[in-house]
């Protein structure tokens, strides 16, 4: 009986070591295998030569980045099978990286290298010989004939993000811009500035018909200057100053010589006080005073001018302790009186 319950232990026993090794084998085989997938998930880059390429990916190089130089290409492989194809170029100077899918179709473009972490914005120079095929494409269907202005490509954080034009069209001008690949994106007019001139034109010059019509309207006028007016180069109008019976015009004219408006030009008023010596007062003040103020004592005395033509002479007297200043006109003809408080 003893035996029996030995053998019988060591029986439950085996079977629980067996049990045991069932359940870390699987655990084992998983991690392998979950192993296994990882690696070979791995991304792999082979280096292509130039020659080498897809055809697809040459043509469009050559298309959209005429005189090119190539730096280097790769493809990008994903557990054996390949996924993209990435090419590293440079065009008058700006590095570009483009990719393309397995098949060589265009995917994106930029320029290779670490983003800043400032944002830096650069505008290069792109001469009209060197703009994308696809822009010079377009420019030519859209605005045949056009006249080039400039051009330059921006790059942002030394990414190309596009390219912009300018150009004229029928005398319009206008700024067309593009995406790094050269496809268009928008365009508007640009407003030209307005150059105005002014030049000095002498008598003899005047157009006869101005000539004519300054002799028959305003006989025996003084010449006293006159210019042009341009806009951009072109004449607008003549402009014509003259004196007649002491009264100044202004006359304008169209750009053939017809008389279009005329104005008086009114000068600037001056006026001046010059003292008057009490013997150089005139006879008709010197009377009024002697009569109205017998015995005044002569303080000072002056003469208003308006433009060099007295108007007015003010004199200011003292009589019997109390101070006038006594107005006259310039005939000497009294017009006012004021007294004036002594300090």
Not at 66 to 90: H, L, P, R
Not at 109 to 125: D, E, H, L, R
Request: aromatic residues 12%.
């Amino acid at each position: 009986m003893k035996n029996f319950f030995f053998l019988i232990t060591g029986f439950f026993l085996l079977t629980l070591a067996s049990c045991s090794k069932d359940e870390i084998t699987p655990t084992d085989a998983s991690t392998s295998a979950a192993k296994s997938v990882t690696d070979t998930s791995k991304v792999t880059k082979t280096t292509i030569t130039q020659a080498n390429l897809l055809s697809a990916i040459s043509t469009y190089l050559t298309a959209n980045y005429a005189g090119y130089t190539f730096v280097n290409a790769y493809s990008e492989t994903v557990n054996g099978v390949i996924k993209a194809y990435d090419v590293n170029i440079t065009l008058n100077s700006v590095p570009y990286h483009l990719v393309f899918s397995s098949t060589g179709t265009f995917t994106s473009v930029n320029s290779f290298g670490k983003k800043a972490n400032k944002t830096s914005q650069t505008i290069t120079t792109v001469a009209q010989a060197d703009l994308l095929t696809a822009i010079k494409t377009y420019l030519t269907t859209n605005y045949a004939g056009y006249t080039f202005v400039n051009a330059y490509s921006k790059t942002k954080d030394s990414t190309l993000t596009g390219y912009s034009v300018n150009i004229t069209y029928n005398s319009v001008s206008y700024h067309v811009t593009f995406d790094a690949a050269g496809a268009f994106v928008s365009a508007g007019t640009r407003k030209t500035k307005t150059a105005k001139t002014n030049v000095p034109v002498a008598q003899a010059d005047l157009l006869a018909t101005i000539s004519t019509y300054l002799t028959t309207n305003y006989a025996g006028y003084t010449f006293v200057n006159a210019y042009s007016e341009a806009t951009n180069g072109v004449i607008t109008n003549y402009d014509v100053n003259i004196t007649l019976n002491a009264v100044t015009y202004h006359v304008v004219f169209d750009a053939t010589g017809t008389f279009v408006s005329v104005g008086i030009k009114t000068a600037k008023t001056t006026s001046s006080h010059v003292a008057v010596a009490q013997a150089d007062l005139l006879a008709t003040i010197k009377t009024y005073l002697t009569t109205k103020y017998s015995g005044y004592t002569f303080v000072s005395a002056y003469s208003k001018a308006t433009s060099g033509v007295i108007t007015n002479y003010v004199v200011t007297i003292t009589s019997s302790s109390v101070s006038y200043q006594v107005v006259f006109d310039a005939a000497g003809t009294f017009v006012s009186v004021t007294t004036k408080k002594r300090k």
